[in-house]
């Protein structure tokens, strides 16, 4: 059955306290951990976790309580993953490799540290379709991540959404006229023009990334 923020905190009060000591924590000891003003208050949490079968106790005593082995197993579960090493966003930079004629390599201190790149931003991806954009090295099937902005400058490589319907990735120029220019990076392919009005832009390109397997 469903809980309250409030209820999954005493659950985890006392599966906390069952572990660091051995045995499931007083009336008076649930109050005071979470700050609760009364007994009766931890009374009140206490008989409505018992009717959701969380935990179960005995009248007339102190130490009574016993959390369901299902929600403890849970709660350790939880604290696993919480504790888990979060997913490394740091690559070393070994140096720079020649695309032409073979060079000397040599080791750089360098890292690349894509969390930077992900902080601080409304970002979202896409994958592209088609070869519009091949001369900016854009291919089918890239991955772009794109800043979601309707802040761009003339030559930013944008998605536009082209009245109401259609979205594209293109450079976007604003034109003299009062129109923008849609640029294709593929000399085959014409631009696109279209009025401002007609235009929402989407979110700029951040990144591009490639899969190879």
């Known amino acids: 059955m469903a809980l ?25 000891e649930i109050a005071t951990g979470l ?6 208050t931890v009374h009140k949490h206490i008989q409505t976790l018992e009717t959701k079968q969380y935990l179960s106790r005995g009248f007339n005593q102190s130490r009574s309580l016993e959390l369901s082995q299902a929600y403890l197993r849970e709660w350790q579960r939880e604290q696993s993953a919480a504790s888990a090493p979060a997913p490394k966003l740091e690559i070393e930079v070994q140096g720079r490799i ?21 902080s601080d931003r409304d970002l979202y991806a896409l994958q592209v379709r088609g070869q519009s954009m091949i001369e900016d090295h854009i291919c089918d ?11 761009v400058r003339n030559g930013d490589i944008v998605v536009a959404l082209v009245k109401g319907s259609d979205t594209t990735l293109k450079r976007f120029y604003r034109e ?7 640029q294709p990076a593929n000399s085959a392919m014409e631009p696109i ?5 007609d235009l929402e832009i989407q979110g700029k390109l951040l990144a591009v990334l490639r899969k190879y397997r």
């Open 4 to 28: 309250t923020r409030r209820q999954k905190d005493v659950l985890d009060f006392i599966a906390s306290f069952v572990v660091s000591h051995g045995y499931c924590p007083s009336y008076e």
């Open 35 to 40: 700050d609760l003003a009364s007994l009766a």
């Open 98 to 118: 020649a695309a032409g004629a073979p060079v000397e390599t040599f080791a750089t201190n360098d890292t690349l540290n894509f969390s930077e790149l992900l």
């Open 141 to 151: 099937g890239d991955f772009v991540l794109i800043e979601r902005t309707a802040d």
């Open 176 to 182: 003299a006229d009062g129109r923008a220019r849609l």
């Open 193 to 197: 023009f279209v009025a401002l009005e």
